[in-house]
T-cell receptor, first 117, second 115 residues
Framework: AQKVTQAQTEISVVEKEDVTLDCVYE???????LFWYKQPPSGELVFLIR??????QNEISGRYSWNFQKSTSSFNFTITASQVVDSAVYFC??????????????FGKGTHLIIQP | KAGVTQTPRYLIKTRGQQVTLSCSPI?????VSWYQQTPGQGLQFLFE???????NKGNFPGRFSGRQFSNSRSEMNVSTLELGDSALYLC??????????????FGQGTRLTVV
């Protein structure tokens, strides 16, 4: 069975600090997709990134970067020079097999990130 | 273009009643998925519809059901409500499904409170 673990329930940092959110996953499939979503207080989940199991290349998008390591089954997310607007709950999610989209996503419990001014 | 619209935003129901929630996907999107979010269980997949057919279903009792119309709008229904059904119900809209898909867009959710 698939499982996603986000061990950090809550992280609080001061603005401009770098912060890394951890995500460890379990799956028996060789083909799977990993996602990160951001949930602001308004409730909707905002898509950040999708990565398939055959693409271990790390990705950088502005202040955001992702480190995918199959050897440790981890897909960590780093925010550089954090800002107050980054405060939200962040979810890591996994979809096995042909589930490339939102169908059948398994989510972690989320990490509540608090950026203090 | 307009995002995913869920109605109503808030709902209060009594135990034993039934409820219907609605989701209008982004124009052109044919896949709609539903998720339940609670503080204890987190985000859990309910079901996914694509072209009016249920493609995938999570581990929820038969009291939870859904359907999709020809215009891709979707409804989910919960019968015989229990206190534990109180949750934020999120709908996700995707252009395609399965391996052809790239990303899903979520609505703001319907906050259901069962008293």
């Amino acid at each position: 069975a698939q499982k996603v673990t986000q061990a950090q329930t809550e992280i609080s940092v001061v603005e401009k600090e770098d912060v890394t959110l951890d995500c460890v996953y379990e799956t028996r499939d060789t083909t799977y997709y990993l996602f990160w979503y951001k949930q602001p207080p308004s409730g909707e989940l905002v898509f950040l990134i999708r990565r398939n199991s055959f693409d271990e290349q790390n990705e950088i998008s502005g202040r955001y970067s992702w480190n995918f390591q199959k050897s440790t089954s981890s897909f960590n997310f780093t925010i550089t020079a954090s800002q107050v607007v980054d405060s939200a709950v962040y979810f890591c999610a996994l979809s096995e097999g042909s589930g490339g989209g939102a169908d059948g996503l398994t989510f972690g419990k989320g990490t509540h990130l608090i950026i203090q001014p | 273009k307009a995002g995913v619209t869920q109605t109503p935003r808030y709902l209060i129901k009594t135990r034993g009643q039934q409820v219907t929630l609605s989701c209008s996907p982004i124009s052109g999107h044919r896949s709609v998925s539903w998720y339940q979010q609670t503080p204890g269980q987190g985000l859990q997949f309910l079901f996914e519809y694509f072209s009016e057919t249920q493609r995938n279903k999570g581990n929820f009792p038969g009291r939870f059901s859904g359907r999709q119309f020809s215009n891709s709008r979707s409804e989910m229904n919960v019968s015989t409500l229990e206190l534990g059904d109180s949750a934020l119900y999120l709908c996700a809209s995707s252009l395609e499904t399965g391996v052809l898909n790239t990303e899903a867009f979520f609505g703001q959710g319907t906050r259901l409170t069962v008293v």
